[in-house]
């Protein structure tokens, strides 16, 4: 098991790394890096997935919230559609409520989301 991988120039952390994957129902959802294994000449990783609750606009953000299943996914780096990865935000001026986490979004977040 592995703490940490690059892959070009993306560095995947356990804990703090938050990707996009497409899940088997065709949507995409956010899941955060847990575990790292190396596995024939490539890596699997392990992602806690999360619900999203919505897109608050004033922030930006995507609003998540931790799953009450604990659901968690395996995929192949080879598999990623996307190699972007973000992290958790609270905004400075906001008590954190419930589980509940922004990730800062980018423009091909929403293509995917809403394609």
Known sequence: M?????IGSTTFKVG???ILLKCHSGLHQFGRVVK????KKSFII????FQTIAFDEHFQAFRLKKRRDNFQMAFSVDDLTSF??????????????SNEKFVVTKS??????FS
């Not at 972007?84 to 409520?97: G, K, M, Q």
């Open 16 to 18: 703090t790394t938050i």
């Open 2 to 6: 592995f703490k940490w991988i690059k």
């Open 108 to 113: 091909e977040v929403l293509q995917l989301l």
């Open 46 to 49: 392990l992602c806690e997935m």
């Open 36 to 39: 790292i294994v190396g596995f």
């Open 84 to 97: 972007t990865v973000y992290s958790f935000h609270t905004p400075s001026f906001c008590r954190h409520i």
